[in-house]
């Protein structure tokens, strides 16, 4: 490659740093910081190749960081706020005597914080991140997360309070604050309703055959009859 190509090869991919930089809000401090790497790649274009394709590597990676960064602290933002709002729900709703829905929303609340310590334990380890989601991605994950995390501690409550599963495991005077625990449990993790759903579905289909069996025997006639 000549000099003259390569020099217009830096500057293509220059171009394409800062034209992804304007896409990721940043802070004064950070922008400054990014301002230096371009200007260290210009000048190490003209110095030193080699040198220059390591800036670049580095501005490269320090908008991965940027980007990422604001992600984890869209989640943080979202997942606080929308259990915010759901507390104000269930204080509003506890000031009427005569709501009926009041006991699916106090489950709901208790279910939301397990979701919300769902999200926060994600962010810290940065697992469950989508690392280049946009702003409204990240909203819509959120609110999905919370819908089913909300379902599976209402559900999971449900099946418990009908015995469904854990019966008997409980003590009568503790079964309050066992189901309080439950639904933050449900809702931190929704693979124990997908796993109750299945644990019902094979009881049901046994209950089944059982019941196909009974018809079946009780419709034979016996054979000294005739």
């Known amino acids: ?131 280049f989601d946009t702003k409204s991605e990240v909203f819509w994950k959120i609110i999905v997360k919370y819908v089913i995390g909300v379902f599976s501690a209402v559900f999971v409550i449900k099946a418990f309070k009908a015995g469904i599963f854990m019966k008997d495991f409980i003590a009568p005077e503790h079964n309050n604050e066992f189901i309080l625990l439950l639904a933050v449990v449900a809702g931190y993790s929704k693979d124990m309703m997908f796993s109750l759903v299945k644990k019902i579905e094979t009881r049901a289909v046994q209950m089944s055959e059982i019941a196909s069996k009974e018809t079946s025997r009780k419709g034979q006639t016996p054979m000294w009859s005739t």
């Open 1 to 131: 490659m000549t000099n003259k190509g390569y020099l217009k090869y830096i500057q293509n991919q220059l171009d394409a740093l800062i034209c992804r930089s304007h896409m990721i809000p940043m802070n004064k401090k950070k922008k400054r910081q990014f301002d230096k790497l371009i200007k260290n790649v210009r000048f190490m274009s003209e110095k030193n190749k080699n040198e220059a394709q390591k800036y670049i590597k580095k501005a490269q990676e320090f908008l991965d960081r940027c980007e990422i960064a604001n992600i984890r602290k869209w989640n943080v933002e979202f997942g606080i706020g929308i259990f915010g709002i759901i507390v104000l729900i269930y204080l509003g709703m506890k000031s009427m005597s005569d709501c009926l829905w009041l006991e699916y929303i106090h489950i709901s609340c208790y279910g939301s914080a397990g979701v919300l310590l769902s999200i926060l334990k994600d962010t810290h380890i940065g697992s469950d991140i989508g690392y």
